[in-house]
């Protein structure tokens, strides 16, 4: 604990009032097992998220973009200079001087980074700033704030970090997404995937059930995670509702499982039989094997 007060009690918070982690709520994030089943909910409350590199940029990026102040409180910079020449060394994380670095920065509470991290990171917030777009909801904002409340319908306390809501178009919801590809046939697919539209539902509600006021929309800023680092401000309207719908129904689920006490799998009851790929039949053709296109799953 770092002294941080632990509250359940419905309000906003900042990150220097509270520890979110330590909050016990439900979260969008854990919510989203639900959906697969109820055992892999229950596993994800107690299980660790491994990060990704572009999870690790994405959120070096949330920081140097909406809170740059928070930079040298939250990170580390490894960047090991030659003492002969001054010159910036190989930054790998590995050697004697970088093992009493993570040490004393782990002792600290910050994330140990890389110069390339962190350049990348501030080129990014760089292009969104460039983006008229983008800062006209950027311009002034309520940077992650904390919402806890408590779910009328279910009674369950529940608990979010927006990245922002804006002022200089009041009551909007800001959410940033970094994305390997931010063209709409790429990054809608990868934004249904990771579920955001419920994501942006549950934080419209939680903004609503803490100050009574509903959100007037909501905006994803979406850029490139690598050169040219392209923006696209996405309007998202149209995915609130759906998402709201997923969220409930998730969310319904929890406390049917919390009263009943029983976190079942995806099939506990009913064998199913085994079917191979359309793929795999040899008489199926595929005709993007003719135009000779290959498919890569987007990341975001």
Known sequence: MTGKKVVQVPGIYTRREVEYSEIDAVNQSTLKAMAKSPLHYKSGLTSQKKQTNPMRLGSLT????????????????????????????????????????????????RTVIKQRDLDGALRIAEAIHANQLAMRYLREMRAEPILVWRDEATGIVCKARLDGVSRSVPDVLVELKTAVDVAPWAFESAFAKRMYHMQTAFYSDGWKACTGRDLHGGKCIAVENTEPHDVIVYDLAEVTDVGRETYRELLGKVADCRKSGLWLGQSPTQELTLRLPKWLDPEDDNPLEDLGLEYESERV
């Open 62 to 109: 949330h920081t140097a973009l909406l809170e740059p102040d928070w930079l040298e409180l939250e990170y580390a910079l490894w960047a090991p200079r030659d003492p002969k020449t001054g010159e910036l060394k190989k930054d790998d994380f590995k050697g004697n001087d970088y093992l009493a670095f993570l040490t004393a920065a782990t002792l600290e509470g």
